[in-house]
Structures are given as structure tokens and as C-alpha cells.
């Protein structure tokens, strides 16, 4: 297989994984909007059903997805890619329904429509954004620190098991 046509299936395959992640970030959204909605009213229960949903999301998207390990940048820089989704289906909800496509029915529409550049903004957050310390050439030996630097911190995995 050359390599074009597996970066080609590679992409389709986190395409098509995103979109599960997607299934299971609504679920969780709803799931989580109707445990807290007769304690909290609606308003409450959206806002903790979607901070639910973007963690659960987060994580999967990282694990399942693309496939690398969760790290405070990535999770720090992750709502950024929601709100490229936001905006997204926005629009296409908007655009959609000038043309003339039922107000019931455009939300799906532009969710599926929206879905490519919501991945595109998922993988750059996570898989390109993430900024890494990089060791410079003629850096001079510096003893070890203690404490890691913000920079270093930021870029560690986020302990999900104690390891104690």
C-alpha cells in the first residue's frame, strides 16, 4: 500500500472514529443533562451535561482517535476545537435553513456537514498544537530541578491510574 493511500485510510479511519466519539459524547451530554436536570433546572443541567461531555470527549478523542496520550496542554487547548464545532454548525444551521431546509432538520444537517472541519480542528489541537520543550544545541548542562518548569508540566500525560 503506498504511503498516500494510508495516510488517505488513516485519516478516513479517525474520521470515522471521531464520529463514534461524537455518538458517545452526546449520549454522555444527555445522559448526564437528565440526571441533573429535575435537581438543577435545565440551564444548570446543560451547562454540567456539556462540561461532562467534553471531558468524556477529550479523553476519547485522544485514546480512541488519534490515539496519543492526554496531556494538560492538549487538555487546556481542546476546548478551542469545540468551539471550531460551535461555530461550524452554526452557520450550517443558519445557511441551511435560508435554503430553505426544515428548522427541525438542519441541526442534523449541519452537524454532518460540520463534522470534517470539527475533526480537522480536533487533530490539530491535539496532534499538532502541543507545545513541547525542545532542547537547544548549545544549550550549556543545567543540574537537575526539583520542581518541573510550567513548560514541562504542562506537556507531561495526565496521571489517569495512581501508579503508586
Avoid at 498516500?4 to 479511519?13: N, W
Avoid at 489541537?125 to 520542581?147: D, G, H, N, Q, W
Wanted: with cysteine; charged share 15%.
Amino acid at each position: 500500500m503506498s504511503t498516500t493511500a494510508r495516510s488517505t485510510r488513516e485519516l478516513l479511519g479517525g474520521l470515522v472514529r471521531y464520529g463514534l466519539v461524537g455518538l458517545a459524547n452526546a449520549a454522555t451530554y444527555y445522559g448526564t443533562y437528565l440526571l441533573a436536570h429535575p435537581r438543577a433546572g435545565y440551564l444548570v443541567a446543560h451547562t454540567v451535561g456539556l462540561g461532562t461531555a467534553m471531558v468524556v470527549s477529550f479523553f476519547l478523542n485522544c485514546r480512541f482517535t488519534f490515539r496519543v496520550r492526554p496531556t494538560w496542554t492538549r487538555f487546556l487547548l481542546y476546548p478551542a476545537s469545540q468551539v471550531v464545532n460551535i461555530l461550524a454548525t452554526t452557520v450550517g444551521v443558519v445557511g441551511l435553513v435560508h435554503l430553505g431546509v426544515d428548522e427541525r432538520l438542519a441541526p442534523l444537517a449541519a452537524a454532518a456537514l460540520a463534522l470534517p472541519v470539527s475533526f480537522l480542528a480536533a487533530r490539530f489541537v491535539i496532534t499538532k498544537a502541543v507545545l513541547e520543550p525542545r532542547p537547544f544545541a548549545a544549550a550549556p548542562a543545567v543540574p537537575p530541578r526539583s520542581a518541573p518548569s510550567v513548560g514541562e508540566a504542562v506537556t507531561r500525560p495526565i496521571p489517569l491510574v495512581d501508579r503508586r
